[in-house]
């Protein structure tokens, strides 16, 4: 089973490792995050875990299993 405790500062890790750039602050708490012609809207609630639903959405976009995710 998957392993989904991901916090806002772990995805971003993840997402800066994968060349990925801040291109905006959406409204409220979330964060526009692209690379060539991928976006990815990851929420900002600080320290809380990112739904499980949000992060697989996320692996999705970024054409990666699940392994290759958690082991960036």
């Known amino acids: 089973m998957w392993e989904l405790n991901y ?3 772990d995805i971003k890790k993840k997402l800066i490792k994968l060349d990925f ?4 602050q959406a409204k ?3 964060e526009i ?9 990851l929420p900002n609630h ?3 875990t990112i739904s499980k639903w949000v992060i697989k959405s996320i692996i999705r976009k ?4 699940y392994d290759e995710f958690r082991k960036l």
């Open 62 to 65: 970024l054409w990666l299993t």
């Open 28 to 30: 409220w708490s979330h």
């Open 46 to 48: 600080g320290s809380k």
């Open 33 to 41: 995050w692209v690379k060539d012609e991928t976006i990815i809207v």
């Open 21 to 24: 750039v801040l291109k905006r």
């Open 7 to 9: 916090k806002y500062v």
